[in-house]
């Protein structure tokens, strides 16, 4: 695994060590030569430096927290979809426009969450709710989780998980382009991969930290070839 050039510091809270994801990402962080610093307390992200709020949002923009999702709430996804899928939060990305910069606030690091299992456990009881009309859920809400992919392998299970839901469909906008470990899975074009894309002018005075926009295509074209629904 090669860990994103942009990250700086990884945080880890103590349940993820519980969890076989969170061992994996902490081996894989050992293995990188990436240091682990463990948090004393849940939802308490402190060690981040910044000594003016702007300093702080961008070193917490290099930030990653590995953390379990307490709350298996989901929000509605309107009008996209039915339910966000909250499988990570934050973005490494710097788009100037990007709303996560206010909705987050002074939380801009990226969280990923270990307990994959119970969040699509959740994902399962909404679905079964609805049926037997199709629930739609969006895994990029808020945060371009493919950013973390190499890391999470999130989107991976999800991909498998509504392969096999007949009334439950999966969606995820992108702007990375680590989508590699996406390609041979069984999708059972149950979902939908979009890119967002803009020309290298604006994605050089606004998107920083993002793909180019050619590479965003490269990608792009390997989704469709994998027999993705996708799109633009
Ligand atoms: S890539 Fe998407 S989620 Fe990330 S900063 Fe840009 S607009 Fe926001």
């Known amino acids: 695994m090669v860990v994103s050039s942009q990250l700086k510091r990884v945080f880890f809270e103590k349940e993820p060590l519980d969890y076989p994801l969170g061992r994996q990402i902490y081996q894989q962080m050992q293995n990188a030569g990436q240091e682990v610093v463990f948090l004393q307390s849940h939802n308490r992200v402190t060690g981040i430096p910044g000594k003016s709020p702007r300093e702080a949002f961008f070193q917490g ?19 996209s979809a039915h339910y966000q899928l909250p499988l990570v939060t934050g973005c490494e990305g710097i788009c100037e426009y990007c709303y996560l910069n206010t909705q987050l606030g002074k939380k801009p690091y990226i969280r990923i ?10 994902a399962a009881i909404l679905i079964e709710n609805r049926r037997p009309e199709i629930t739609l859920f969006e895994a990029a809400a808020t945060s371009d989780p493919v950013a973390v992919e190499p890391y999470s392998g999130s989107l991976a299970r999800a991909i498998g998980f509504f392969a096999e839901q007949e009334w439950g469909r999966l969606r995820f906008v992108t702007k990375f382009t680590c989508i590699d470990t996406l390609l041979k899975l069984k999708h059972n074009n149950h979902t939908r991969i979009r890119f967002s894309v803009n020309t290298d002018q604006v994605i050089r005075s606004y998107e920083h930290r993002t793909p180019r926009l050619q590479h965003r295509l490269q990608a792009l074209s390997k989704i469709v070839a994998s027999g993705y629904p996708s799109g633009v």
């Open 61 to 79: 923009k290099s930030t990653l927290v590995v953390g379990v999702r307490k709350t298996l709430d989901f929000a509605t996804c309107k009008p």
């Open 113 to 122: 969450y270990v307990n994959v299992e119970d969040i699509l456990h959740q």
